[in-house]
């Protein structure tokens, strides 16, 4: 098993330690998660899946808490719609 | 104890109850709104909030071409919050036979000066690209529009109560006859007109009305901006809305201003209790899968259900009960309530005052129904 | 299209922490089928969660039990509704899953309290149990300075956590008084093991300042967070930060009991001695039942599994731990009982709402959740209120709706699937 997984966030390389969320990689990443309603910038809260405000697109698939979501090689993050 | 002075009161807050309190407020009457809940809480609140002109007889249609120009008179008075958004409606044609539905409708509605766009099947998927491939076509009504109920009732009561009105909620009424309306806390309300406008529930307060609840689930889901530009409606809705007595659902989408996409519809009599009927959830999601494939990888957030107040022949009540002079009913509007809400409150307050409709009142009238009672 | 699972259990779990891992080894071993679902990726819970390189040990010993016993585990799964008596819809990633049981054990847990204060949307503005997950699952704290702030005996095993593995603790923030903790304390006297437990503790943590009746009053920071303004036993102080790890004691997960029909007593989900709930057939065990801890959650597991297995005779063995165990939880809620002061720390433009960004002052004049919700759409959004719902509680005593599915969003196809199921049959 490789040590480290390599995702991309809006298009950049983050490189965590293998077993990470993709909340992580987010916070390595120095990117916040989503926008809200009023556009500010918010990041993950409970990391529990409870309260939402980690939500990103993974691979495509939008309003995924990525405090649930391991992280994958290649595995592609976007939080700009 | 009594509170007197009114001239009328309303009893029932939801959209109808507040137009009508805003129409007899500013036309000078003394009113007072009643709910046992909140501001727009019941059926209103779980409404889709179309503003539609629908066509199922010719009063339907000119009852809801009268509010949706109200509506539209309205609109640049009403704040952010009530997301009036005039996206316009598809009838989403399967079929030939479907189309050729269009093509009536697109004449009445043309007949009656209502501007629509037949679409044939390339012109449907430039418009919604999002329906599954192969549909015929459809009947684009660009007049018609969605807005977020709850606020827009809340608007309504405001404007009566900046022009007099009294809201009185959180109580319920137990009575309300011969211009005393009978409060569940033993206190009492007089006024020379009472107002039914209890929606659903209206039949509790005057036994012998033939409103019945039909109930309707929703389901509403996350934010997915521009997926869905107008609201969309299967033809076949007509047929299955039209089916009286057995549950039916039916492919009808609507786009939020929040980027939310509202799911419906379904109708089902006889089901009296709040909770989800996962059965008939399950197969107005199965439908609306059907027509939009992509909806079902969507994230739902929330499901409810509400009762609609359906009468016989699908038209409101809006006029005297016979038998008590003092009352005059505002309910039964079905599905369609948002919409008619404001042609509601215009033709109640003309009779009451005596003012000329500016459409023929007959077919609302609740005396075309309650003939059995006034000789019993 | 997603792929559509049936399935059918003697006894079926939900929660894989300490209740949930208890309940349903302990029934396992007495020959029923079992299933245990959790909403995490991994078993143990909030408590016992896995780190990226090892699993808890304690996870790691109940999971050899639940194999033993031929257990069927589903993690990362969602229960959604009740479809029918008997039936439960869940969702994994790329399927859902029709679970029927005979006896339902719901070890849901507790979250975390969140109560609104200026800033405190903010990235970097974390849980107390939040930032531990984070850290859990791949976080690096080596270095960073971290402020620990919130009510609970939580505050402290995290502040603990986070400093073995590197942060700077700046500062503890209890928002309960020096007194109440001290009454609290001499009560451990009676629990030797619980005594030694805060005595490692206190161990880990010496040196680190542990402030009572001291809150956040704000934070601060341009696009995350940079600094908190705390309120030091009604003093000011401004701490320039990495991280804030806050949350307000626990919040019970009482959603799929309640809509279960199960009757809920002033937030906690009623049980007998069995852990029987109102609804027959279906145990409840845990922090649902009230907040307790984890030896608490073991012993209810236990007698819940046991129970479900019709083992009653053993369950019952264990009735005297769990009174005593009981004492303890009833103690826990006196001590952290939140301080009215708080009350005051939203401000005018301070979001209580996150999903839909509402703020306090447009919640203000409201006079129900209901009301509230339909005009401003506080706990609309996502998260169906868990963070706000609570908040509101305390804010403005405010009564939670009934609630209704699906207790999580869930795909649509999902909740379609039985009317699919059925064309395609």
């Known amino acids: ?81 | 104890m009594s509170d007197d002075g009114y001239e009328v009161a309303i009893v029932g807050a939801g959209i109808v109850g507040a137009a009508c309190a805003d129409e007899f407020a500013r036309r000078g009457l003394r009113v007072i709104l009643i709910d046992r809940e909140a501001v727009g809480s019941g059926a209103t609140a779980a409404g889709m909030g179309h503003i539609v002109v629908m066509d199922d007889s010719d009063a339907q249609f000119a009852l809801t071409h009268y509010s949706q120009r109200l509506w539209q008179s309205l609109r640049p008075e009403l704040p952010e919050d009530v997301e009036y958004d005039q996206c316009g409606t598809i009838w989403v044609a399967a079929d030939e036979e479907e189309m050729a539905e269009v093509r009536r409708k697109a004449d009445y509605y043309s007949e009656r000066n209502l501007v629509t766009d037949v679409l044939d099947e390339a012109q449907l998927k430039t418009l919604e690209p999002n329906l599954r491939p192969a549909l015929a076509g459809g009947l684009l009504v660009p007049d018609d529009g969605v807005l977020y109920p709850p606020c827009a009732a809340r608007v309504l009561a405001e404007r009566a109560q900046q022009h007099g009105a009294k809201l009185q909620l959180g109580c319920a009424v137990e009575r309300m006859e011969q211009g005393c309306v009978q409060m569940s806390d033993g206190h009492e309300i007089r006024a020379e007109f009472l107002v039914n406008a209890a929606g659903a529930v209206a039949p509790a307060l005057t036994p012998g009305l033939e409103v019945k609840k039909r109930k309707g689930h929703l389901v509403i889901t996350d934010r997915y901006p521009k997926f869905l530009r107008h609201q969309l409606v299967e033809l076949g809705y007509l047929k299955n809305a039209h089916a009286v007595t057995a549950d039916s659902v039916a492919f009808n989408v609507q786009p939020r201003r929040t980027g939310q996409i509202l799911i419906g519809s379904s109708r089902q009599y006889g089901a009296e209790d709040k909770e989800v009927d996962h059965d008939i959830l399950s197969r107005m999601l199965q439908r609306s899968q059907e027509y939009m494939p992509a909806l079902g990888s969507m994230s739902a957030m929330r499901t409810w259900t509400g009762f609609r107040a359906a009468t016989p022949d699908k038209l409101p009540l809006i006029g005297p009960w016979p038998g008590d002079k003092s009352l005059f009913l505002a309910t039964g509007h079905e599905g369609l309530g948002i919409t008619t809400s404001l042609g509601t409150a215009r033709i109640l307050v003309d009779q009451i005052t005596g003012a000329q409709p500016e459409i023929p009142i007959e077919p609302y009238l609740p005396s075309r129904n309650a003939k059995e009672q006034v000789h019993a | 299209m997603a792929k559509f699972d049936r399935a059918r259990f003697d006894v079926l779990v939900i929660g894989g922490g300490p209740a949930g891992l208890a309940a349903a080894s302990r029934a396992g071993q007495h020959g029923a089928t079992v299933g245990i679902v959790d909403d995490n990726p991994k078993l143990g819970g909030q408590i016992w969660r896995a780190t990226c390189e090892q699993e808890h040990p304690q996870t790691a010993r109940w999971s050899e039990q639940l194999r033993r016993a031929n257990v069927t585990v589903f993690a990362g799964t969602r229960v959604l509704h009740q479809i029918e008596p008997g039936v439960l819809l869940a969702e994994q990633m790329q399927s859902a899953h029709e679970l029927r049981y005979d006896k339902l054990v719901l070890a849901t847990g507790a979250r975390e309290r969140f109560l609104p204060f200026p800033g405190w949307t903010l990235p970097n503005v974390f849980g107390a149990g939040g930032l531990q997950a984070m850290v859990k699952c791949g976080l690096p704290v080596i270095g960073k300075r971290v402020l620990v702030a919130g009510s609970g005996p939580l505050l402290l095993a995290v502040a603990a956590y986070l400093r073995n593995c590197g942060a700077r603790i700046l500062m503890i923030c209890e928002q309960t008084s020096a007194r109440a903790l001290a009454q609290f304390g001499l009560s451990l006297w009676r629990e030797p093991a619980k005594l030694a437990q805060a005595f490692r503790l206190k161990k880990d943590l010496a040196g680190i300042p542990f402030a009572t009746r001291s809150w956040p009053v704000e934070a601060h920071g341009s696009e995350a967070l940079e600094s908190v303004a705390i309120s030091r036993g009604g003093k000011g102080e401004a701490i320039a930060c990495d991280y804030l790890a806050c949350g307000f004691h626990l919040i019970p997960n009482t959603e799929l009991a309640a809509l279960l029909g199960c009757t809920i007593e002033n937030g906690y989900v009623s049980v007998s001695d069995l852990q029987e709930t109102s609804v027959p057939g279906v145990f409840c065990a845990g922090e649902p039942t009230g907040i307790g801890g984890v030896e608490l959650a073991l012993i209810e597991g236990q007698i819940a599994g046991l129970v479900a297995a019709g083992q009653i005779a053993d369950a019952r063995q264990l009735s005297r731990q769990r009174r005593k165990a009981l004492c303890f939880a009833r103690g826990l809620e006196q001590t952290f009982k939140l301080n009215p002061e708080l009350q005051k720390l939203a401000k005018a433009e301070t979001i209580v709402c996150r999903c839909e960004d509402v703020t306090y002052s447009r919640l203000r004049p409201y006079h129900s959740w209901t009301a509230a919700k339909l005009q401003t759409r506080c706990g609309m959004g996502a998260c169906q209120g868990r963070v706000c719902g609570p908040a509101t509680q305390f804010l403005f005593k405010w009564n939670p709706d009934s609630v209704r599915p699906p207790i999580f969003p869930a795909r649509v196809e999902s909740l379609a699937l039985r009317a699919t199921a059925a064309t395609n049959s």
């Open chain 1, 1 to 81: 098993m490789p040590e480290r997984v390599t995702v991309t966030v809006n298009g950049a390389r983050v490189d965590v330690a293998c077993g990470s969320t993709v909340a992580v990689a987010m916070i390595l990443a120095g990117q916040p998660c989503r926008a809200s309603v009023n556009g500010e910038s918010r990041g993950p809260l409970c990391a529990m899946g409870i309260c939402f405000e980690c939500c990103v697109a993974i691979n495509g698939v939008p309003h995924r808490r990525s405090c649930q979501v391991f992280c994958e090689n290649g595995m592609e993050v976007r939080t700009d719609g």
